[in-house]
């Protein structure tokens, strides 16, 4: 079906690559399949996907720099990236680097069909319903969040976010003064069903504050509500 969501698999384990492929074609979706990231590059250049899985231990370029020179070059694609590691540091590095989400192997295929649809059906609903505001553009400070277009803009310029950072602002701007607490902004961006941590949370709204504030240690638009969570001030008073 020509609506189905296109999934780009990057994995150098051809028995998974073949098990990945085969499962979730049979679930509905347009899966393809690829042993590293220069082949995985060849494919984003010239198709459209809707999720790009990505491993994290490939021989050659390794997962984590490819998500992160892929969002250097300001490519917005949804990426869950599977992790061979239990350290819970390696998740929050790629976190960091700009994946939307991460599942850790070994994994069942049923929870990655999960993460998936989940990821797709978000994607499409942030489309569709924007929030309270609808599709009207959102002011904060000097930016405007152009939300029909997923644009974030200063001065004319665009600021590139990712899938996740554009979910996030958008929950927090559609909710201006008003603390949410990091389960809320879960449930908001990725769906009661998802299964994020509160750190997860953190690590996207530190990149956020990188991109969008004067200086990140001293935020003025999304602030800490200590014990609760966050909350997104659209005017801040002047200091």
């Not at 074609?25 to 999720?51: I, M, P, T, Y």
């Not at 599977?82 to 700009?98: H, K, N, Q, S, Y």
């Not at 930016?143 to 990712?162: I, S």
Request: with cysteine.
């Amino acid at each position: 079906m020509s609506d189905a969501p296109r999934i780009l698999i990057v994995d150098d384990e051809a028995e998974l690559r073949a098990l990945l492929e085969r499962y979730l074609s049979e679930q509905g979706l347009a899966v393809r399949a690829v042993a590293d990231a220069a082949a995985a590059e060849r494919l984003l250049s010239r198709e459209h996907f809707d999720v790009l899985v990505l491993d994290v231990m490939m021989p050659g370029e390794d997962g984590l720099s490819l998500c992160r020179r892929l969002r250097a070059l300001g490519e917005t694609i949804p990426i869950l990236m599977l992790t061979a590691r239990g350290d819970p540091v390696d998740r929050i590095v790629g976190l960091e680097m700009g994946a939307d989400d991460y599942l850790p192997k070994p994994f069942n295929p049923r929870e990655l069909l999960a993460r998936l649809q989940a990821m797709v059906r978000r994607q499409r609903m942030l489309g569709l319903h924007a929030g309270p505001a609808g599709d009207a553009p959102i002011n904060f400070g000097s930016y405007t969040l152009l939300v029909a277009e997923r644009r974030l803009e200063r001065a004319g310029q665009d600021l590139p976010l990712t899938s996740g950072e554009f979910g996030l602002l958008l929950a927090l701007a559609s909710h201006p003064n008003r603390p949410l607490g990091r389960e809320k902004l879960i449930e908001l961006t990725r769906g009661r069903e998802h299964e994020a941590t509160d750190r997860s949370i953190d690590v996207q709204v530190m990149r956020l504050r990188k991109l969008i504030e004067e200086d990140p240690a001293t935020p003025r638009h999304i602030k800490t509500v200590w014990g609760v969570g966050y909350v997104f001030v659209p005017q801040p008073d002047s200091e």
